[in-house]
């Protein structure tokens, strides 16, 4: 890593994966979030064929993001004492368990003997549990990554990390539709499984992070105050991470695509899961496109149209009945929403002490995670008080006027470069 040269590094495409060790941060993270959105493109198809209830499929991102949000600042004060490292093998390992006891739910024997309803309750009860665990690990894959790589690499590293994030997803979500239907719930759940252990095999290879902050060195809740001032302070990034909180609350049509596959669009489990991958898709796009060519100028406000238009395709989406207009939608809201994930992540990593990233990036993922399963959650509010596609419309109009508010009551998020 000393050997690089800096200046080099500062244009070289490729300079974090020369790392060794980010090689096997990537790699890990990769294989585990495919198998988690395996596991999030299953369980939504799952819910919805044992109960056809729209509902059903939000009370999924509730269940999820109830544990998350409450354990979050708890998750970042623990994670700034503690060797980085173990908390996320420990974390990913416990991930592994659920994806476990999925895989025993699913069986033959279960599904033949118990209700449906009670099913649903089950897988309910199991993703609760990801919830607590996902309030350590999801911090601290973001956390580590300052202790891998020099600061004058961040961006670049910040954009690879996405990019892993968004390649993961993108595979995760469309073979998920695909194996659902080639090979069935209960075998796609045991594919699951072993992705998540290859995951593991991976984080297995980094080196131990010990903590910056000693226990004890603050009381609890001190620290986690810290945490949040620092957040509320710093205004381009309270600024990032309330324009993402509110579009993706209310833009989450995602929630909603097993109901337009199989009752809309009717393209069946195949359909789903390239509905699902669209917008990943069209992440990764952006992504690869900002490792060559990074944004240089004018972020905020670029950030501000990417989001904008996010919202134009979520309502586009909504009022197709062409399963390619449908699909193009969800892609290019990837592309947008791809320049507003590496936008806000820059700024974090840029603008974070390396003494209180845990925190920071448990905060973060209170506004960022928290908004998806939330989200997810009004959709499923929503189609059930006003149908599924006046619900979908209603979520991209708010998303612009979301757009529309910030522009004017932020100006220094709009104005922000970096």
């Given at each position: 890593?000393?050997?690089?040269?800096?200046?080099?590094?500062?244009?070289?495409?490729?300079?974090?994966?020369?790392?060794?060790?980010?090689?096997?941060?990537?790699?890990?993270?990769?294989?585990?979030?495919?198998?988690?959105?395996?596991?999030?493109?299953?369980?939504?198809?799952?819910?919805?064929?044992?109960?056809?209830?729209?509902?059903?499929?939000?009370?999924?991102?509730?269940?999820?993001?109830?544990?998350?949000?409450?354990?979050?600042?708890?998750?970042?004060?623990?994670?700034?004492?503690?060797?980085?490292?173990?908390?996320?093998?420990?974390?990913?390992?416990?991930?592994?368990?659920?994806?476990?006891?999925?895989?025993?739910?699913?069986?033959?024997?279960?599904?033949?003997?118990?209700?449906?309803?009670?099913?649903?309750?089950?897988?309910?009860?199991?993703?609760?549990?990801?919830?607590?665990?996902?309030?350590?690990?999801?911090?601290?894959?973001?956390?580590?990554?300052?202790?891998?790589?020099?600061?004058?690499?961040?961006?670049?590293?910040?954009?690879?990390?996405?990019?892993?994030?968004?390649?993961?997803?993108?595979?995760?979500?469309?073979?998920?539709?695909?194996?659902?239907?080639?090979?069935?719930?209960?075998?796609?759940?045991?594919?699951?499984?072993?992705?998540?252990?290859?995951?593991?095999?991976?984080?297995?290879?980094?080196?131990?992070?010990?903590?910056?902050?000693?226990?004890?060195?603050?009381?609890?809740?001190?620290?986690?105050?810290?945490?949040?001032?620092?957040?509320?302070?710093?205004?381009?990034?309270?600024?990032?991470?309330?324009?993402?909180?509110?579009?993706?609350?209310?833009?989450?049509?995602?929630?909603?695509?097993?109901?337009?596959?199989?009752?809309?669009?009717k393209v069946g489990a195949e359909g789903f899961g390239?509905?699902?991958?669209?917008?990943?898709?069209?992440?990764?796009?952006?992504?690869?496109?900002?490792?060559?060519?990074?944004?240089?100028?004018?972020?905020?406000?670029?950030?501000?149209?990417?989001?904008?238009?996010?919202?134009?395709?979520?309502?586009?989406?909504?009022?197709?009945?062409?399963?390619?207009?449908?699909?193009?939608?969800?892609?290019?809201?990837?592309?947008?929403?791809?320049?507003?994930?590496?936008?806000?992540?820059?700024?974090?990593?840029?603008?974070?002490?390396?003494?209180?990233?845990?925190?920071?990036?448990?905060?973060?993922?209170?506004?960022?995670?928290?908004?998806?399963?939330?989200?997810?959650?009004?959709?499923?509010?929503?189609?059930?008080?006003?149908?599924?596609?006046?619900?979908?419309?209603?979520?991209?109009?708010?998303?612009?006027?979301?757009?529309?508010?910030?522009?004017?009551?932020?100006?220094?998020?709009?104005?922000?470069?970096?």
């Amino acid at each position: 890593m000393n050997n690089i040269n800096a200046d080099s590094q500062k244009h070289d495409p490729f300079a974090a994966v020369r790392i060794n060790e980010f090689r096997h941060l990537v790699f890990g993270r990769f294989l585990f979030i495919m198998g988690l959105r395996m596991m999030g493109t299953l369980v939504g198809w799952w819910i919805y064929e044992l109960t056809n209830a729209p509902f059903a499929i939000g009370i999924i991102g509730l269940s999820e993001v109830i544990p998350a949000f409450l354990l979050a600042l708890y998750a970042g004060h623990i994670i700034d004492i503690s060797e980085k490292r173990k908390v996320l093998l420990t974390g990913a390992s416990l991930y592994l368990v659920c994806a476990g006891l999925l895989f025993f739910l699913s069986s033959k024997t279960i599904s033949s003997s118990l209700p449906n309803h009670y099913i649903a309750l089950f897988i309910y009860i199991i993703i609760f549990f990801t919830g607590v665990f996902r309030a350590f690990t999801g911090p601290t894959f973001h956390s580590i990554i300052a202790s891998i790589v020099p600061r004058n690499i961040l961006q670049n590293a910040t954009t690879w990390n996405q990019g892993s994030w968004l390649s993961a997803s993108v595979i995760g979500h469309a073979v998920g539709g695909i194996l659902i239907a080639a090979i069935g719930i209960h075998s796609t759940l045991l594919v699951i499984n072993f992705l998540v252990i290859g995951g593991l095999f991976f984080m297995y290879q980094l080196k131990p992070k010990p903590p910056l902050n000693e226990p004890g060195e603050k009381k609890t809740w001190e620290s986690v105050k810290e945490g949040l001032r620092f957040v509320i302070n710093a205004k381009e990034i309270l600024g990032a991470l309330l324009l993402d909180l509110f579009a993706v609350f209310f833009g989450g049509a995602v929630a909603m695509i097993p109901v337009y596959a199989k009752d809309i669009l009717k393209v069946g489990a195949e359909g789903f899961g390239w509905l699902n991958a669209a917008s990943d898709i069209g992440s990764i796009i952006i992504i690869i496109t900002l490792t060559f060519y990074p944004l240089r100028k004018k972020q905020g406000k670029k950030l501000m149209f990417a989001v904008a238009g996010f919202g134009i395709c979520i309502i586009t989406f909504a009022l197709s009945k062409s399963f390619w207009i449908s699909f193009a939608a969800l892609l290019i809201s990837g592309l947008v929403d791809g320049i507003s994930v590496v936008v806000r992540g820059t700024i974090l990593q840029l603008n974070t002490p390396n003494n209180m990233r845990g925190r920071v990036m448990s905060v973060n993922s209170m506004f960022i995670n928290s908004s998806n399963e939330l989200g997810q959650f009004e959709s499923g509010v929503a189609a059930k008080l006003m149908g599924v596609i006046p619900s979908v419309v209603f979520g991209g109009s708010m998303t612009l006027l979301v757009v529309i508010a910030t522009w004017f009551k932020a100006p220094k998020l709009k104005n922000m470069e970096y």
